[in-house]
């Protein structure tokens, strides 16, 4: 077991004593804000005293009388108002260093009771590229899987694409009468995009071009059959392009079930909805009111509109129906930016009424825009939006010239994959790096500066590490480190210890980052432990 697990397993035990009443588990260890006070302190005594108008200092004396740690820490001081700060011994450290080069642990723990989770993000429409505004749902998103599995839970990742909507029928139309063969084969995003403009410009000038467009729309979804396959070739051409930037970024989904999937359901739901007195005709429209409630009371959620068309509200009410049914999650994720807000605010308000007795935890991770130097939404130099596909060659080309400056005798192709993994690295750590609910700035100089808290000055401290390993001969596999690991572990330099100690708190940021969704927590501790790093090998 961790050190500061024990210690705050033999805290709620001491809690317990002095207090037989108290619900512990609000009774946590967390790592001390300031070295200089401890490695973990705990605060829930205070609250603890509070709630009894009880004496905090008091309460603090009579737990740490009841509290015997002294095998793993300094003595427990009590500070403040009822702190306790807590102080590994050197020797604790080293025993828990040791036990991991023995293959124990990788300092954090698998969580004690896994949770099944749906996670939703990526989630493009099709026939359009994805673009930039889709790489913080994609990184943002594949992160929070990649901490939730290592620690155990169970993902589910669930790519919701726009497959279905009233852009088909624009699309069709644009089809129909100017579809280039030829450009479709050569840039198959590029022509559906040029088609969809052209006839979104004609509708807007010629209210026939509109209802020749409404007509392709409701026999799309009548089931006509040149439209079907018009509109499954438009999905298969799109998902080549969505794969082709997955593969990419290294990303995979378990499934991609996209709008179109819940088409069946929509009907049903609205039914079911008026028929329990949750849905109700207003203007010839189908609402879901919220009177009761002050913060969507002025804004119903549309699940059928006039002409009989549903919304994505409703597509996204049967999706948390099949996704329920089908893995029994205990909670569902969806990663999006934040217009989307007053959606799932009233998409989890109107769930709630339809399935009162759901236990299942929705949550909306919402993130923030990408702006240009400018400070304002992010651009091509012609101002129009920055296809991710760009973007991605973009990075792996700036880093190719400074390889190519740098080590002009390392062969072509070795410099391509180094630029490859480098402006890769890049683009994600630069997204997942700032609070997510910030907008941040897109800047090619400070992500792909060599200094600093960037991708590139992580795989450089990584990259110098595995070589100590090479020169060591240690690298051969990671078994042979175990093994051979049987000397004993002394921490005695001041950056020895700072270094093991943050790496024994390697799980507490996991479960943060899982908790409250936020992977910008590991980018900091990765930051702090390169620089510990380099302390320690420097000195
Ligand atoms: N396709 C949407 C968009 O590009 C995102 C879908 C998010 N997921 C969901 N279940 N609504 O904005």
Redesign the pocket.
């Known amino acids: 077991m961790l050190p500061h697990k024990t210690i705050e397993d033999r805290l709620k035990t001491a809690v317990k004593a002095v207090l037989p009443d108290a619900d512990t588990s609000s009774v946590l260890v967390r790592p001390c804000p300031d070295p200089k006070f401890g490695d973990y302190q705990s605060n829930a005594l205070m609250s603890l005293a509070k709630a009894r108008k009880m004496n905090p200092r008091q309460v603090a004396a009579d737990v740490v009388a009841k509290l015997d740690v002294s095998d793993i820490c300094e003595p427990v001081e009590i500070a403040g108002a009822g702190f306790l700060n807590f102080r590994l011994k050197p020797g604790t450290v080293a025993e828990a260093l040791k036990s991991a080069a023995c293959g124990a642990h990788l300092f954090f723990e698998k969580a004690s009771r896994p949770r099944t989770v749906v996670l939703?993000?990526?989630?493009?429409?099709v026939a359009k590229p994805m673009h930039v505004?889709?790489i913080r749902?994609t990184i943002l998103g594949d992160s929070l899987a990649a901490v939730l599995r290592l620690l155990g839970h169970k993902v589910v990742t669930d790519n919701?694409?726009?497959d279905w909507g009233t852009q088909f029928g624009k699309l069709i139309v644009g089809w129909k009468r100017h579809l280039d063969r030829a450009a479709l084969k050569a840039d198959p995003m590029a022509e559906m995009e040029r088609l969809y403009k052209l006839s979104n410009a004609a509708s807007d000038t010629d209210p026939a071009v509109l209802e020749y467009a409404r007509q392709e729309l409701v026999k799309l979804q009548q089931g006509d059959e040149e439209n079907l396959r018009i509109w499954r070739e438009m999905i298969a051409l799109s998902q080549v392009q969505f794969d082709t930037v997955y593969g990419r970024l290294d990303i995979k989904f378990d499934h991609t079930f996209g709008?179109s999937f819940y088409n069946e359901r929509l009907q049903p739901i609205v039914d079911e909805l008026r028929q329990k007195g949750i849905a109700r005709e207003s203007e010839g429209a189908i609402i879901v009111p919220f009177e009761d409630n002050p913060q969507l009371k002025k804004n119903p959620a549309i699940v059928q509109k006039s002409d009989g068309a549903f919304n994505?509200a409703t597509?996204?009410l049967a999706?948390i129906a099949y996704r329920l049914e089908t893995w029994h999650p205990n909670e569902i994720i969806?990663?999006?930016?934040g217009r989307?807000q007053l959606?799932?605010q009233q998409?989890f308000a109107a769930f709630r009424r339809w399935h009162p007795e759901a236990k299942v935890k929705l949550a909306h991770v919402w993130f923030g825009s990408i702006l240009g130097e400018d400070g304002k939404p992010f651009k091509t130099r012609s101002g129009e939006v920055v296809k991710l596909a760009n973007l991605l060659d973009e990075a792996e080309e700036r880093v190719f010239n400074v390889v190519s400056e740098k080590s002009p005798e390392l062969p072509g192709d070795q410099r391509r994959e180094i630029a490859r993994v480098i402006g890769l690295g890049a683009i994600k750590y630069a997204d997942l790096l700032p609070n997510r609910q910030s907008d941040y700035v897109f800047s090619w100089d400070k992500m792909l500066a060599l200094h600093g808290n960037t991708a590139p000055y992580l795989q450089y401290a990584y990259a110098r590490i595995r070589s100590i390993f090479r020169k060591g001969s240690l690298e051969s596999s990671d078994q042979s480190l175990i093994t051979n690991h049987q000397s004993p572990i002394t921490l005695a330099a001041p950056q020895e210890l700072t270094l093991a100690k943050h790496l024994l708190n390697f799980g507490l940021i996991l479960e943060a980052v899982a908790d409250e969704y936020r992977p910008n927590f590991l980018c900091n501790y990765l930051y702090d432990l390169a620089g510990h790093f380099t302390a320690f090998y420097q000195n």
Do not use: A, R
């Open positions: 939703d993000f990526s989630s493009p429409n505004g889709h749902s919701h694409i726009g709008e994505y597509t996204d999706t969806y990663v999006t930016d989307q959606h799932f998409l």
